[in-house]
C-alpha cells in the first residue's frame, strides 16, 4: 500500500498555493429546497456534485458533514462515497465531518472507515470527540499516522454547551480545552513543515490569546460566514497562530447556488478576504 505524504504537509502546501479556505458541504434540507431540489436523494446528489464541481480544485480543502448524508441511509451513504472521490480526485483535500468518539474497537472501527487507505470513505483528515478521554482516540492517531491522513480533535467549539465541558478545570489546573490543545502539540512535536494533528477552535469565541494555540498543527476554525465571524475577525481570536488556521465557510458560500459562477465568486470573495487577513500586520 502506498503511504501518502503527511496530512499536515500536504495541508500547508494546499493552504501556500489555494489560501486555507475549508468549504462545508452541508446539504441541509432547507438548502436543498432553497436551489429548487427536493429533500431526497436525488436533490442531494445533484446538491453534492455541484458543490464539488464548482469548487474541487479551487480550495484547499471540502468538508462534507456526514449527518446530512446518513439521514438518508445507505443511498445516502453513496453519494458521500462518490462526494469524497470526487473532490479528492480533483486535487482538493477532504475531512470528514463526522465527529467520531468511541473506545477500544469500536473506536478502531471507525477510524478504519474514514482513515484506512482503499475504504469507500477515506479521507484526508476525520473530525473526532476527545471526550471519553484523550487516549481513546489512539487507534484514530495511529491509523492516521500510518495512512497519511489527519485528524481534527474537537477542543474549542463554539456552541454554548461546549463549555460545560471544554471549560472545566482539571486537577492539574489547566481546562479541558487547553489540555486537548497540549496534547496535539506533543502529537505534532519535531513535524515540519506543519503536523497532521489539528484542533477544532471556533471563529466565534473572541479573543483566545489565554490559550496556547502553537500546536505546531492546523486549527480548523468553523464559524466564518452565516455563523457571524467574519475574515477580518480572524487575527483577533487566533492571534499569532493565524498562520495555520483553516477557517469554514458553508452556508455563506453555499446559499449562492445552484449557478457555478456565483459558488465560485462567493468562495473567492472569501478566500481573498481571509488571505488579506493573514497577510495584514
Not at 474541487?56 to 449527518?67: C, E, T
Not at 478504519?112 to 477515506?122: D, H, I, Q, R, S
Request: proline residues 5%.
Amino acid at each position: 500500500m502506498t503511504v501518502l505524504e503527511p496530512f499536515g504537509a500536504r495541508l500547508r502546501r494546499a493552504m501556500d498555493e489555494r489560501g486555507p479556505l475549508c468549504v462545508g458541504i452541508d446539504p441541509h434540507a432547507s438548502l436543498l429546497l432553497d436551489w429548487g431540489l427536493n429533500d431526497d436523494v436525488a436533490g442531494l446528489e445533484r446538491f453534492s456534485r455541484t458543490v464539488v464541481e464548482a469548487l474541487a480544485g479551487r480550495v484547499a480543502v471540502m468538508k462534507p458533514q456526514s449527518a446530512f448524508y446518513e439521514r438518508f441511509g445507505s443511498r445516502g451513504v453513496a453519494v458521500l462515497e462518490k462526494t469524497v472521490q470526487e473532490a479528492r480526485e480533483a486535487g482538493t483535500l477532504v475531512v470528514m465531518d463526522a465527529k467520531r468518539g468511541d473506545i477500544g474497537s469500536t473506536m478502531a472501527a471507525y477510524a478504519a472507515a474514514f482513515l484506512e487507505k482503499g475504504a469507500p470513505l477515506f479521507s484526508d483528515a476525520l473530525t473526532v470527540s476527545p471526550y471519553l478521554g484523550y487516549g481513546s482516540l489512539q487507534p484514530a492517531v495511529d491509523l492516521a499516522r500510518e495512512s497519511g491522513a489527519g485528524l481534527f480533535v474537537l477542543a474549542l467549539t463554539s456552541n454554548p454547551e461546549g463549555g460545560q465541558v471544554q471549560h472545566a478545570v482539571r486537577e492539574d489546573g489547566l481546562n479541558v480545552g487547553a489540555a486537548m490543545l497540549a496534547y496535539l502539540a506533543a502529537e505534532n512535536a519535531g513535524e515540519r513543515p506543519m503536523g497532521s494533528f489539528g484542533a477544532v477552535v471556533g471563529a466565534t469565541l473572541g479573543d483566545l490569546s489565554s490559550y496556547d494555540l502553537d500546536i505546531n498543527g492546523p486549527l480548523l476554525a468553523p464559524g466564518v460566514g452565516a455563523q457571524g465571524a467574519t475574515p477580518a475577525d480572524l487575527r483577533g481570536v487566533f492571534g499569532a497562530a493565524l498562520g495555520n488556521v483553516v477557517p469554514n465557510v458553508s452556508r455563506g458560500v453555499l446559499r449562492h447556488g445552484p449557478e457555478l459562477i456565483a459558488l465560485r465568486d462567493s468562495s473567492d470573495r472569501f478566500a481573498d478576504e481571509i488571505r488579506a487577513a493573514v497577510a495584514a500586520t
